[in-house]
């Protein structure tokens, strides 16, 4: 509220203004009382909060921790940890600082060896709950150079360690290690991330481990990713900053014309008034008293304690959404939470929405399904391979394709297999894929029982297979367009592709495994590559991709999985729903682009043939893209009248062609459809799509569950994370965090579309009820010769805005205009929101009509009925004060919605709260309103005033109220009327239930551009080396022996674009 | 409360031992009908019933209350005579504010002629026009600690420009005092004096707190210009009453101040003669004087206008319940008719 903060500094000028007393109409007091109760509230929130965060700090500061000293161990502070100290850390240790590994005690040892033949290595887990919210385990090792070096040794231990400009990239770090002599591989060695343990990771399976600290304090990897998130700016409050601005012209033009009214005055009326005694001769800036005596009369006219009630009110709206029990996963017990307080009303205002579709849409619950192997394929007829009886013989028989196809299955991946106490065997994986796959293995009897140094163990058909120092193995699993290009010459890949396309049909994922025998010459002659690449401080990673890149040849195809990610509860309805709110959904995966349009049809994001039609933008080159999206664009412009469900589909790599080149045309496109599915797009190309939509103006929501969406999500109005098994990481990032899609419904239609009422309502009276109080002030002015003269008395102002009557209206917090149910059932009536059809110009209008219809009532009224004798100056005062309480306690109780205890207790209390405080004042001698409320309350008078108020200033309101809400009643006064009466509430068009599962109904697909079916996809990303290649990194130098290919990616580049 | 609550305490038990999770996301909400926004509530609804009883009873019971007003303001007798101009002799009339200004005998006889039967107490005010005691120089030049008590008499800040007299501080200071009305009447009905009780004239609480009761007139108008009526130095400030009731400052600049009490009753047909003292200067700005002789009722002095508002409002409340009726009759709507719903007219259509 940029506007507001100039006119809150205006404030304190007028506050500083007003200790010069020549000037001020009433009492400092009134201007400096709300200021400094508002300052003071919110200093005292920021000072509550500040002493939390000193408190955590100060515990983090002082835990303890040992540090290894000239070989000896001794505790120290963690805030005195110096770069280069050797700290010692035992199991469940938090890590006080980054550090690099050196030492560690092996108690369980999980190599990440994908090759049955290589060096020594130690390794360890980590556990990074803190650094990406993610609670996996990673699995740590420590550089070559220092293996076998044990405690005793460490104190002898020197050496150079050369490591990067702290950063905060937690996947990153291209250092160098050097140990001096007596150690004799004193060769550099380098370091990545995968030697080190970064700060506020836990420390597990390993009894202990030593590390030099590297980065400390804020230098961390964490200390450097606490970004200040930037404060979003909600629709509302740039409708309020620009209601204030308009307000404060109006205020200048008022001052200025009473200023000057006022000097005119002075100088032909006043000289004349002898009791007034003007000095005949002023100096020059006597003409300014005047104006600035009215600019701080004014100066109430914005409200200044609407800071305090949004603030407050905002606090609560966010509270409601955490405590909301219908917004419990209840599988896991996740709340939904609100990082965000302060953009609750954008949540109704929302018109795109931008969703990832693994994980947001799905369960990401990886599930098995079938298989090709070979040529033939498993789990066709009953939906599940491992329940089919043939593969089972296949494996009794031991086929080789199906041992091998089952050994790629257990072992080319990172899994970590734990042996649980009851002696099963449970797997740590970083990929949902991976997992999946290991399981059915085991389940197919390929049970995958630890790997380590040069030894794994699987356990096949109740034999326990030892592999030692055997054949070098290329074990490769990815995404059929990054295997199959490498695929031997002789091989018939057709079976393959065709196997890919029916899958993808079926809404499933696909991965391709392959195999090749290396021979022993090629591996060495690669490893010296691969050590070279390995240590190079520039690109590192892109290096390590290419020399890699160089084994991946001559690939034996082994076959097909297909793995099922089930849609989640609720989804095809909630897409249903909000679209019917008038909410326009894009999907932004990752995914292939037909299993993303078997997705977006199974949950109703699309809507199949005669209804729907899917519009195909592609093209490799410029000219392709640039030609398919005009035709794109000549379609959707016919069909923008017809009732029809149009979408778009573009891949990541027509979006970047269209988005670099065809800006204009894509933004009109973006406008012109409701719905899209963009896929195979990277992060950034999610982040640019929201800032594309942003930019033509729309309130944006973004929701997400992993790392691939952190961007998006930062980037939108609105981010909201998922909080579910791809880790916390988009749910840190986001506004709002949820345990499931299906509530994002509630979380907009409800609580989003509550907030916006309640905060419009709020703020608009607010201002109303400054108007009111300043317009008599104003009136006043003409009948005390324009001098600024205050009608009311400084305490009363301050009471004004900041008690008397600012409490009933936070009690519109709990409002509802609607039931949760109606507003379920209609959501169309979201559109009020959408439009801002509650708080704009001419609603503003509105109260600021009322206000001046109010003051006018209350002004004429008062000094009519308290004229000639009873014109006392406090008294008639207090009658106007008085009338405006009154009118602005049935102002509040006409427009609430729905009465609760709440609501009565703090209108009809707050007046009686109004006579309880000015008694208490009339009681004290020294007050200068001492006796007067006394006075008046004993005078008929008094009381037939105020009735006559109350019924001439909401007479008029409460008919043009009901002539609207009877004869030109909005959609909301409808719904009202009809859930209020009971009667029947009739939608055309119920929502049906959807069928969950996407293998039901997969209806054909029209695709009315050039069918994409071809069956080898151009991959966009590996076309784009930057985008893939370079986060192929965090693996160990042999982890790419097993050459997960592209979507390797997806396990080792999951932090970055998961790429499904 | 449902049965998850001991599962959510446990839970939210485990979550805060394990300081490892960063937020203890497991910690389940506490249900109660507020956290959930579902306080029982009454929904009221704008029925044409329920409107048009509504407005019917604000006209029933506004009707009577103007009626009763207005008799109880036309039971008010009041004479009100005007006499700034008429007390000018003829010759002077060109200059009057040279005659106010100057040493010329001001005394002035005006009669009154008693309209109707004036039930005891009949007050006396003196009314000014266009007189701005309300003027934001004016209001704020006053020291009520002054006025309050003897060791204060010091606290003359706020009263310039009549603070102090050569630096000794005048009590009561400011423009306020310094500008009392000083016009006096002699009242006598059919040649017998009538005595006006100049005493209780004043809020009782301004006698006894407001104005100290051994605090004296000093240095009053004795500065180089003169304002108004002078007070007499012997008399404590809480005994002036004049002065106490001029300063409660009128917020209007037509106001009527009391003067006195009249504790007899006064027939119809008594004529009242009045010898007053002109002294005041309305005339640099042409500020009209008038003295008021007035009984009261239970909602004060002579005022129409509450009976005529109320009349009024309770008039318009009628007309509208009424124009709300045949407007229900002639064209009556179903209440929360879905037809209405623009979405339900056009099948799929969302906006």
Redesign the interface.
């Known amino acids: 509220m940029k506007l507001y903060i100039v006119e809150l500094s205006s404030q304190e000028l007028v506050g500083a203004i007003q200790l010069w007393s020549l000037i001020t109409p009433v009492n400092p007091a009134s201007t400096w009382g709300p200021l400094i109760f508002i300052f003071a509230v919110s200093a005292s929130k920021e000072a509550w909060d500040d002493y939390h965060r000193f408190l955590s700090d100060k515990i983090a500061n002082e835990k303890q921790v040992w540090i290894v000293k000239h070989g000896i161990k001794k505790h120290i502070q963690a805030q005195e940890i110096q770069v280069g100290n050797i700290v010692w850390l035992r199991e469940n240790d938090e890590v006080p600082c980054d550090l690099v590994l050196l030492v560690l005690l092996i108690h369980k040892v999980f190599a990440m060896l994908r090759l049955f033949k290589c060096g020594k290595k130690w390794t360890h887990t980590l556990q990074t709950a803190a650094l990406d919210g993610e609670t996996d385990l990673k699995t740590r090792v420590i550089p070559s150079a220092c293996v076998g070096i044990d405690l005793e040794l460490l104190h002898r231990m020197k050496g150079v360690l050369e490591c990067p400009v702290p950063d905060k990239d937690i996947r990153r770090f291209d250092a160098n290690m050097r140990l001096f002599p007596p150690f004799i591989d004193n060769d550099v060695c380098s370091l990545t991330i995968k030697n080190t343990l970064l700060q506020s990771c836990y420390l597990r399976n390993t009894e202990w481990a030593c590390g030099a600290s590297v980065y400390t304090g804020n230098q961390t990897k964490l200390g450097m990713s606490r970004g200040i998130a930037e404060p979003k700016l909600t629709a509302m409050d740039a409708m309020i900053d620009k209601l204030t601005g308009a307000i404060f012209v109006f205020q200048i033009v008022v001052v200025l014309v009473l200023g000057v009214a006022g000097n005119v005055w002075k100088d032909t009326e006043a000289r004349k008034q002898w009791y007034v005694q003007y000095p005949a001769e002023a100096p020059w800036y006597e003409l300014l008293v005047i104006p600035l005596r009215f600019e701080l009369l004014c100066s109430i006219m914005i409200p200044i304690s609407i800071k305090v009630s949004l603030d407050l009110v905002k606090g609560l709206y966010a509270k409601f959404i955490e405590w909301d029990v219908e917004m419990i996963d209840q599988e896991t017990g996740t709340a939904s939470y609100a990082a965000n307080t302060a953009i609750s009303e954008d949540l109704g205002q929302v018109e795109y929405i931008l969703t990832d579709k693994t994980g947001t849409l799905t369960d990401n619950k990886m599930i098995f399904r079938r298989c090709c192997i070979g040529s033939i394929f498993y789990g066709n007829e009953n939906g599940d391979a491992l329940k089919d009886a043939h593969l089972l013989s296949a494996i009794t028989s031991g086929s080789t394709d199906v041992i091998r196809f089952l050994t790629v299955m257990a072992i080319g991946n990172t899994v970590i297999p734990v042996r649980s106490k009851a002696g099963d065997i449970v797997y740590k994986a970083q990929s949902q894929d991976e997992e999946a796959l290991v399981i059915a293995a085991a389940k197919l009897n390929m049970v995958f029982v630890g790997k380590n140094a040069n030894l794994l163990e699987i356990r096949f058909n109740g034999l326990t297979i030892h592999c030692q120092n055997g054949k070098i193995i290329l074990l490769s699993k990815g995404a059929d367009e990054s295997i199959l290009p490498y695929a031997c010459a002789g091989q018939q890949t057709r079976t393959i592709t065709e196997a890919v396309e029916h899958y993808a049909q079926l809404g499933l994922r696909t991965l391709c495994l392959a195999w090749r025998e290396l021979e022993e010459d090629e591996y060495l002659e690669w490893l010296v590559k691969f050590k070279e690449a390995s240590s190079v401080l520039v690109d590192r990673e892109w290096r390590i991709a290419e020399v890699c890149q160089r084994l991946e040849h001559d690939l034996y195809i082994l076959g097909v999985t297909a793995i099922e990610d089930r849609l989640q509860d609720g989804v095809p309805e909630t897409i249903e729903t909000l679209r019917k709110a008038g909410i326009n959904f894009w999907m932004l995966t990752g995914d292939k682009q037909n299993t993303a349009i078997q997705i977006a049809l199974s949950c109703n994001f699309i809507s199949p043939e005669p209804k729907g039609q899917l519009l195909l933008i592609d093209g490799k080159s410029e000219e392709d893209v640039s030609r398919s999206l005009e035709r794109v664009l000549l379609t959707m412009r016919n069909t923008t009248s017809e009732p029809k469900d149009v979408a778009f589909v573009i891949d990541g790599w027509a979006l970047e062609i269209a988005v670099k080149h065809h800006r204009k045309d894509f933004v009109e496109l973006a406008i012109l459809s409701r719905t899209a599915i963009c896929c195979r797009v990277t992060p950034s190309q999610k982040a640019q799509l929201v800032e594309i939509l942003k930019s033509c103006d729309y309130r944006t929501l973004a929701i997400g569950d992993g790392g691939n969406d952190v961007r998006m999500i930062q980037q939108a109005d609105i981010g909201v994370g998922i909080s579910g098994r791809e880790g916390l990481q988009a749910a840190r990032a986001a506004d709002y965090s949820i345990g499931r899609f299906r509530f994002l419904k509630r979380l907009i239609l409800v609580h989003g579309r509550y907030s916006y009422n309640r905060r419009a309502f709020l703020s608009q009276y607010s201002f109303y009820k400054s108007l009111l109080i300043c317009f008599i002030q104003i009136f006043f002015s003409f009948i005390s010769g324009v001098s600024g003269t205050s009608l009311f008395n400084s305490v009363s102002l301050m009471a004004y805005n900041v008690f008397y009557t600012s409490v009933p209206v936070l009690v519109s917090v709990i409002d509802k205009d609607l039931s949760e149910t109606s507003v379920m059932q209609h959501p169309q009536i979201l559109f009020y929101c959408q439009a801002g059809r509650l708080l704009n110009p001419s609603t503003f209008a509105g109260w600021f009509g009322r206000s001046l219809f109010h003051a006018i009532v209350v002004f004429v009224i008062t000094i009519h009925a308290y004229a000639n004798e009873k014109s006392e100056m406090e008294e008639l005062g207090m009658v106007a004060l008085s009338g405006c309480i009154w009118l602005q306690a049935f102002v509040v109780a006409q427009e609430t919605n729905s009465f609760t205890v709440l609501q009565h207790l703090s209108i009809w209390g707050n007046l009686v709260g109004f006579y309880v405080i000015n008694f208490l004042f009339s009681a004290i001698p020294s007050s200068g309103m001492y006796t007067i409320m006394f006075r008046l309350c004993s005078q008929p008078s008094y009381w037939i005033t105020m009735f006559l108020i109350v019924g001439a200033g909401m007479g008029p309101i409460f008919a043009l109220k009901y002539y609207r809400y009877t004869y030109r009643p909005s959609k909301i006064n409808i719904l009202q009327q009809a859930e209020r009466t009971g009667g029947p509430i009739v939608t055309i068009g119920n929502i049906e239930t959807q069928p969950r599962t996407m293998e039901k109904e997969v209806s054909p697909l029209s695709i009315t551009q050039p069918k994409n079916r071809s069956p080898v996809y151009e991959p966009l990303l590996s076309e784009s080396p930057n985008a893939t290649r370079r986060s192929f990194g965090p693996g160990t130098p042999l982890e790419f022996f097993q050459s997960q290919s592209r979507l390797s990616s997806s396990s080792g580049y999951s932090r970055n674009c998961k790429d499904n | 409360m449902p049965s998850n609550t001991a599962s959510s305490s446990s ?1 939210a038990a485990a979550g805060s031992a394990d300081s ?4 203890t ?7 109660s009908k ?4 579902e ?10 019933g329920w ?1 048009i009883l ?2 019917l009873v ?1 006209s029933v019971i ?1 009707i009577p ?1 103007g009626v009763v ?1 207005l008799f109880a303001s036309q039971d008010v007798v009041e004479i009100v005579d005007r006499y700034d101009n008429v007390c000018i002799p003829p010759p002077d009339r060109a200059n009057k504010v040279a005659f106010i200004q100057g040493g010329a005998d001001k005394s002035c006889t005006r009669t009154l002629v008693v309209p109707k039967r004036m039930k005891q107490p009949i ?1 006396v ?1 003196y ?1 000014l026009e266009n ?9 704020k030049s006053r020291s ?1 600690s002054q006025l ?1 008590s003897v060791k204060d008499e010091n606290q003359i ?2 009263c310039k ?2 603070d102090d007299v050569n630096g000794r501080p005048i009590v009561p200071c400011g ?1 306020i005092a ?2 009392l009305f000083n016009d006096t009447y002699a009242l006598s009905k059919n040649n017998q004096t009538l005595n006006v009780n100049k005493r209780g004239i004043a ?1 009782k ?1 301004d006698r006894e ?2 104005f100290g009761k051994n605090v004296f007139p000093k240095n009053f108008q004795t500065g180089n ?1 003169t ?2 009526g002078r007070l007499d130095a012997n008399k404590s400030l809480s005994e002036q009453e004049d002065l106490i009731v001029w300063m ?11 003067y006195g009490k009249i504790e007899s009753d006064l027939e119809k047909g008594d004529t009242i003669t009045v010898i007053l003292k002109n002294n005041y ?1 309305t005339y ?3 500020g009209k004087k008038k003295l008021v002789l007035s009984t009261t009722s ?4 002579k ?1 129409d ?2 009976g005529i ?2 009349l009024t ?2 008039g ?2 009628f007309f ?1 319940a009424l124009v ?1 009726t045949i ?1 229900y009759l002639v ?1 009556p ?1 179903r ?4 037809t ?5 007219r056009v ?5």
């Open positions: 839970a490892s999770s960063s937020r996301k497991s910690k389940r909400p506490k249900y507020f956290t959930q926004q306080l029982p509530a009454c929904k009221p609804i704008l029925t044409p409107v509504t407005f604000i506004f209350l007003s007050y005010y009314q007189f701005y005691q309300n003027h934001r120089r004016y209001v009520d309050r800040d706020a420009p009549e423009l310094w500008s809020w609480s707190h407001k210009l304002g108004g409660r400052t009128a917020a209007l600049p037509t106001f009527r101040k009391l200067n640099s700005f042409d239970w909602l004060g002095g005022n206008f509450l508002a109320y409002v309770g318009i409340c509208l709300f407007m064209k709507r209440l929360g008719d879905p209405y719903l623009s979405w339900n099948p799929g259509g969302g906006r």
